[in-house]
């Protein structure tokens, strides 16, 4: 199985990750779709929601991640197997599943499957797939960042030229 994140989406994630820490010396949380293209999945969307941060912990508002779900699952209904991830920060602290994180991620078991993802500010991670039907089943894998180029491509062959290069070879 492979998971792919666009850089601008790791970089928002991390971005919210620096901010909590620069404005509360706390962690903060969010949420994600990832569906799956072919035969891997992406991760696109990253987000935050209302909730209770600090230093160790960050509660999500029950009621914003209820209205959350229903709202990305009507906007993405045309994704296949379409699924969520639970993100949220470690900050200084290591990329590592604590107590109260795997707490979180055993709450997620009432679908197929369930992504969680824990951050820090040196661009560590841990990536989590949980599997819970047919068996239940945990495993940490790496996420490919994907530099998306083709937003560029158009404007760089509008806006550049090349000199064409004659080379003239004589003969006696």
């Given at each position: 199985?492979?998971?792919?994140?666009?850089?601008?989406c790791?970089?928002?994630i991390?971005?919210y990750?620096?901010?909590?820490y620069?404005?509360?010396?706390?962690?903060?949380?969010?949420?994600?779709?990832v569906?799956?293209k072919e035969?891997?999945?992406?991760?696109?969307?990253?987000?935050?929601?209302k909730?209770?941060?600090s230093?160790?912990?960050?509660?999500l508002d029950?009621?914003?991640?209820?209205?959350?779900?229903?709202?990305?699952a009507?906007?993405?209904?045309?994704?296949?197997?379409l699924?969520?991830l639970?993100w949220?920060s470690?900050?200084?602290?290591g990329?590592f599943?604590?107590q109260t994180d795997l707490?979180?991620?055993?709450?997620?078991?009432?679908?197929?499957?369930?992504?969680?993802?824990?951050v820090?500010l040196?661009?560590?991670y841990k990536?989590?797939v949980?599997?819970?039907d047919?068996i239940e089943?945990?495993k940490d894998?790496?996420i490919t960042?994907?530099?998306?180029?083709?937003?560029v491509d158009?404007?760089?062959?509008?806006?550049?030229?090349?000199?064409?290069?004659?080379v003239?070879?004589?003969y006696n």
């Amino acid at each position: 199985m492979e998971v792919f994140i666009e850089s601008k989406c790791w970089d928002k994630i991390i971005s919210y990750a620096r901010s909590a820490y620069d404005q509360f010396k706390a962690e903060i949380g969010g949420m994600a779709i990832v569906y799956r293209k072919e035969d891997s999945f992406l991760i696109e969307d990253p987000v935050i929601l209302k909730q209770e941060v600090s230093a160790g912990n960050c509660i999500l508002d029950k009621e914003a991640l209820a209205e959350y779900y229903v709202k990305k699952a009507m906007e993405h209904q045309d994704k296949e197997e379409l699924s969520f991830l639970w993100w949220h920060s470690h900050h200084t602290m290591g990329a590592f599943w604590s107590q109260t994180d795997l707490n979180a991620i055993e709450e997620m078991s009432g679908g197929k499957y369930s992504f969680s993802l824990v951050v820090n500010l040196k661009n560590e991670y841990k990536f989590r797939v949980s599997i819970w039907d047919p068996i239940e089943m945990h495993k940490d894998i790496e996420i490919t960042k994907v530099y998306n180029m083709q937003d560029v491509d158009k404007e760089v062959k509008v806006l550049c030229t090349k000199p064409e290069t004659v080379v003239r070879t004589y003969y006696n």
